[in-house]
T-cell receptor, first 114, second 110 residues
């Protein structure tokens, strides 16, 4: 497709289970970002990948969170041993390199931990 | 102190009003600036980039003040459809890391 694709769109999981969220960026976009947005809050930076460089993981809230990007394309965000406070919308964005290039967002994965 | 700060609002204005939002950033090495718009339960979308010389797109005007480290967004002749959250975005120099403000909520009423 032409846009950023995220799956699943909704995920309900039990506390303590692991979840994997997927992001398929726009083809050719070298930068990929993950953000988390809790209800009524702003976007919290989690991690960002740029080409073959080491990812910037400075926003990951705990070691239960990890992400990888295979072949410079698809990315997976994994949350282990989910907690109720992990409930949020997880947004992925991609963009090309450049000072004023636009970041395009996927529609997000709404994660609910029960 | 947060890297990017915005007044959360809400700003409640009547149709036709002019409204302005500010956003301050803490990193003086910040390089690129944007305003994004986010509708309720939707993903953010680019509204406009903010250039050093300022720029205008129809009813929307964006300004950058590097000395005081803030950017602004002015909306003239507000429409009901302008009701949304406006997010300030900053990229630090020599990185591609996008830092978002918490957003300013605008509600335009008839």
């Amino acid at each position: 497709g032409a846009g950023v694709s995220q799956s699943p769109s909704n995920k309900v999981t039990e506390k303590g289970k692991d979840v994997e969220l997927r992001c398929d960026p726009i083809s050719g976009h070298t930068a990929l970002y993950w953000y988390r947005q809790s209800l009524g809050q702003g976007l919290e930076f989690l991690i960002y990948f740029q080409g073959n460089s080491a990812p910037d993981k400075s926003g990951l809230p705990s070691d239960r969170f990890s992400a990888e990007r295979t072949g410079g394309s698809v990315s997976t965000l994994t949350i282990q041993r989910t907690q109720q406070e992990d409930s949020a919308v997880y947004l992925c964005a991609s963009r090309t390199r450049g000072t004023y290039t636009e970041a395009f967002f996927g529609q997000g994965t709404r994660l609910t931990v029960v | 102190r947060k890297e990017v700060e915005q007044d959360p609002g809400p700003f409640n204005v009547p149709e036709g009003a002019t409204v302005a939002f500010n956003c301050t950033y803490s990193n003086s090495a910040s390089q690129s600036f944007f305003w994004y718009r986010q509708d309720c339960r939707k993903e953010p979308k680019l509204l406009m980039s903010v250039y050093s010389s300022g720029n205008e797109d129809g009813r929307f005007t964006a300004q950058l003040n590097r000395a005081s480290q803030y950017i602004s967004l002015l909306i003239r002749d507000s429409k009901l459809s302008d009701s949304a959250t406006y997010l300030c975005v900053v990229i630090a120099y020599n990185t591609d890391k996008l830092i978002f403000g918490t957003g300013t909520r605008l509600q335009v009423f008839p």
